[in-house]
């Protein structure tokens, strides 16, 4: 057993136990993670504050349901937790909306769907790459997130966001575009510098 899963149990049953000091612990070690999760879903500073916050309460109300199955399910139990308390309050918000956009990708003379290929997605550092996927309107956002990152089908985004499958499609279809557009403008800009 490594020193990590340990360490996770002993903090867990100490936070089961009512220890704060480990609740604290508990904290430190996830909250940089967690919000980082959250930030995918949330573009708001302060709904991610609410969020987190929120999330947190639900954690440490809800700790005594987790049951330890081996290294990585706390982190992965907590991440569950704070992806559904993100869907949760962005619903709540009405900020999954569908969002309308001229049609930017036609309108855009820098852009030429030639030019991105798949490959080109390793061309891009990750800092640029998470801050193109967060610059996305929040709808496509948070379906690009679902599908992509959680691996969610249109089926489960479209019961989890209360949207139609057809238009959990749609969104991934055009935040892909976007995603493109914007690949191809930084190339183009990073081969003529």
Same mark, same amino acid.
């Given at each position: 057993?490594?020193?990590?899963?340990?360490?996770?149990?002993?903090?867990?049953?100490?936070?089961?136990?009512?220890?704060?000091?480990?609740?604290?612990?508990?904290?430190?070690?996830?909250?940089?993670?967690?919000?980082?999760?959250?930030?995918?879903? @949330?573009?708001? #500073? +302060?709904?991610? /504050?609410?969020?987190?916050?929120?999330?947190?309460?639900? !954690?440490?109300?809800?700790? %005594?349901?987790?049951?330890?199955?081996?290294?990585?399910?706390?982190?992965?139990?907590?991440?569950?937790?704070?992806?559904?308390?993100?869907?949760?309050?962005?619903?709540?918000?009405?900020?999954?909306?569908?969002?309308?956009?001229?049609?930017?990708?036609?309108?855009?003379?820098?852009?030429?769907?030639?030019? @991105?290929?798949? #490959? +080109?997605?390793? /061309?891009?550092?990750?800092?640029?790459?998470?801050?193109? !996927?967060?610059?996305?309107? %929040?709808?496509?956002?948070?379906?690009?997130?679902?599908?992509?990152?959680?691996?969610?089908?249109?089926?489960?985004?479209?019961?989890?966001?209360?949207?139609?499958?057809?238009?959990?499609?749609?969104?991934?279809?055009?935040?892909?575009?976007?995603?493109?557009?914007?690949?191809?403008?930084?190339?183009?800009?990073?081969?003529?510098?």
């Amino acid at each position: 057993m490594g020193t990590n899963t340990g360490n996770e149990r002993r903090v867990v049953d100490l936070v089961k136990n009512g220890d704060k000091k480990a609740a604290k612990e508990l904290y430190d070690t996830y909250s940089g993670y967690l919000t980082g999760i959250v930030a995918r879903y @949330v573009a708001d #500073d +302060d709904l991610l /504050k609410d969020v987190l916050q929120e999330s947190f309460v639900k !954690i440490f109300s809800s700790i %005594d349901t987790f049951e330890y199955k081996g290294e990585g399910s706390l982190k992965a139990w907590l991440a569950k937790i704070v992806v559904n308390e993100s869907l949760r309050q962005i619903v709540e918000n009405k900020k999954n909306q569908a969002i309308e956009i001229s049609d930017v990708i036609e309108d855009n003379p820098e852009y030429d769907p030639e030019l @991105v290929e798949e #490959d +080109d997605v390793d /061309k891009i550092p990750i800092d640029v790459l998470k801050e193109m !996927i967060c610059n996305l309107p %929040d709808g496509y956002r948070i379906v690009f997130n679902l599908y992509v990152i959680e691996g969610r089908s249109h089926k489960e985004i479209s019961s989890m966001l209360g949207i139609k499958e057809n238009s959990s499609a749609s969104q991934l279809h055009r935040a892909k575009a976007i995603l493109s557009e914007q690949i191809a403008i930084y190339l183009n800009k990073k081969i003529k510098n």
